[in-house]
């Protein structure tokens, strides 16, 4: 301690001016987690590519097995189309019961 009192002084500026920073992070934070139109944009977004990250693997298995089905006698096609077909139809109700849910 100094006898005219500047370090105390000092010392307590610096505490002021760090707990200034963390009030404002700590704000920050806060408006962050109250911004619930943006969070919910967020998880949208989210929801989306998953559903697109899906909808990649599951055209790629089915062109897979498309590729080794055989087409039986009498040119009728096997069950790989009809399977494509469904899993699209799957995927497209997931994508709007998720839109619908979020809205409301």
Same mark, same amino acid.
């Given at each position: 301690?100094?006898?005219? @009192?500047?370090?105390?002084?000092? *010392?307590?500026?610096?505490?002021?001016?760090?707990?200034? =920073?963390?009030?404002?992070?700590?704000?920050?934070?806060?408006?962050?987690?109250?911004? %619930?139109?943006?969070?919910?944009?967020?998880? #949208?977004?989210?929801?989306?590519?998953?559903?697109?990250?899906? /909808?990649?693997?599951?055209? #790629?298995? =089915?062109?897979?097995?498309?590729?080794? /089905?055989?087409?039986? *006698? !009498?040119?009728?096609? !096997?069950?790989?189309?009809? %399977? /494509?077909? *469904? /899993? @699209? *139809? %799957? =995927? #497209?109700?997931? %994508?709007?019961?998720?839109?619908?849910g979020r809205r409301g």
């Amino acid at each position: 301690m100094t006898r005219n @009192g500047t370090g105390d002084t000092e *010392a307590l500026r610096e505490e002021i001016r760090r707990t200034r =920073v963390e009030l404002g992070e700590t704000m920050e934070a806060l408006a962050a987690k109250a911004d %619930v139109k943006k969070r919910l944009k967020s998880s #949208a977004e989210q929801a989306r590519e998953r559903m697109r990250e899906q /909808a990649v693997l599951t055209v #790629a298995r =089915v062109r897979g097995q498309a590729s080794v /089905a055989h087409e039986p *006698a !009498g040119g009728r096609l !096997g069950p790989a189309p009809f %399977v /494509a077909l *469904a /899993a @699209g *139809a %799957v =995927v #497209a109700a997931l %994508v709007l019961v998720i839109i619908r849910g979020r809205r409301g």
